[in-house]
């Protein structure tokens, strides 16, 4: 299995930046992707930014040229630097971790963006 810790939510007004990170322990060596979902109220769940391995990125269109994800594989760590935030970026953020078998997922951080 793999262990995900987040860290770096937190409240900012809008045109603010926050950046999370996802510290993966436990069975790194089989991690291929990596990346975030968020969820807001009463919505689904929806895939914000993934990274491959080998560093290969893609965001979600709601994102794009605001969002960068990024991975130090040194530290097994995966960043989410937001930056011209919105409050419809308001959401609970999970980071994921893709195995050849499976999933695992961190326990959420909540990002909110005031107007």
């Known amino acids: 299995q793999v262990q995900l810790v987040e860290s770096g939510g937190g409240l900012v007004q809008a045109g603010g930046s926050l950046r999370l990170s996802c510290a993966a322990s436990?069975?790194?060596?089989?991690?291929?992707?990596m990346g975030w979902y968020r969820q807001a109220p009463g919505k689904q769940r929806e895939l914000v930014a993934s990274?491959?391995?080998?560093?290969?990125?893609s965001c979600a269109d709601s994102v794009k040229g605001r969002f960068t994800i990024s991975r130090d594989n040194a530290k097994n760590t995966v960043y989410l630097q937001m930056d011209s935030l919105k409050p419809e970026d308001t959401a609970v953020y999970y980071c994921?971790?893709?195995?050849?078998?499976?999933?695992?997922w961190g326990q959420g951080t909540q990002v909110t963006v005031s107007s």
């Open positions: 994921y971790a893709q195995r050849v078998d499976g999933y695992n």
């Open positions: 436990g069975r790194i060596f089989s991690i291929n992707d």
């Open positions: 990274i491959s391995s080998g560093g290969s990125t």
